[in-house]
T-cell receptor
Framework: TQLLEQSPQFLSIQEGENLTVYCNSS?????LQWYRQEPGEGPVLLVTVVTGGEVKKLKRLTFQFGDARKDSSLHITAAQPGDTGLYLCTSGTYKYIFGTGTRLKVLA | DTGVSQDPRHKITKRGQNVTFRCDPISEHNRLYWYRQTLGQGPEFLTYFQNEAQLEKSRLLSDRFSAERPKGSFSTLEIQRTEQGDSAMYLC????????????FGEGSRLTVL
């Protein structure tokens, strides 16, 4: 079973700060997805990356897929309270195994 | 289409009772997934269907858990003889049959076993 480890587990920062969260595996991903989950709701897709070295930007969020397709990072610039939530990575394959998650809290 | 819906949203039960959750996926999606999530953790895969066929079931799932999707539309997840450790959020998601497709989640059914 492909395991996905995310770090840090928890992050509390002030509004306006930058942060990076990580998703790592010992296996190679064919593709990888990032989701954000807010309290009381199901996860919502942010991005899918499929090519090693790929960088995708979504407003203040920058996603990078490692060259070897074993890891990925999510960088948030100038975090806002609306970014608060649980960030999850998953292998975008038929079974969609999720990582352990990074819980982000952005304080106003 | 209003998205994936789950019912009930909340269920409180006593240990030893059986509970059943229902999931109605997006109508054109033929893949349906069940996950269990405890507070602050990522969703844990339980099982998934392609149409009415249950293609995989987690080895972590005991025989007390069973899921069905009889007509390839809605699905049910039943937990028999509930235990306090079953307390969690049960999430359902659906997707089209495309590799790497987006998962669309419901809002979940929260189970509390007393």
């Amino acid at each position: 079973t492909q395991l996905l480890e995310q770090s840090p587990q928890f992050l509390s920062i002030q509004e306006g700060e930058n942060l990076t969260v990580y998703c790592n595996s010992s296996s190679v991903f064919s593709s990888l997805q990032w989701y954000r989950q807010e309290p009381g709701e199901g996860p919502v897709l942010l991005v899918t990356v499929v090519t090693g070295g790929e960088v995708k930007k979504l407003k203040r969020l920058t996603f990078q897929f490692g060259d070897a397709r074993k890891d990925s990072s999510l960088h948030i610039t100038a975090a806002q309270p609306g970014d608060t939530g649980l960030y999850l990575c998953t292998s975008g394959t038929y079974k969609y195994i999720f990582g352990t998650g990074t819980r982000l809290k952005v304080l106003a | 289409d209003t998205g994936v819906s789950q019912d009930p949203r909340h269920k409180i039960t006593k240990r030893g009772q059986n509970v059943t959750f229902r999931c109605d996926p997006i109508s054109e999606h033929n893949r349906l997934y069940w996950y269990r999530q405890t507070l602050g953790q990522g969703p844990e895969f339980l099982t998934y269907f392609q149409n009415e066929a249950q293609l995989e079931k987690s080895r972590l799932l005991s025989d007390r858990f069973s899921a069905e999707r009889p007509k390839g539309s809605f699905s049910t997840l039943e937990i028999q003889r509930t235990e306090q450790g079953d307390s969690a959020m049960y999430l359902c998601a659906s997707s089209p049959e495309i590799r790497g497709a987006e998962l669309f989640f419901g809002e979940g059914s929260r189970l509390t076993v007393l």
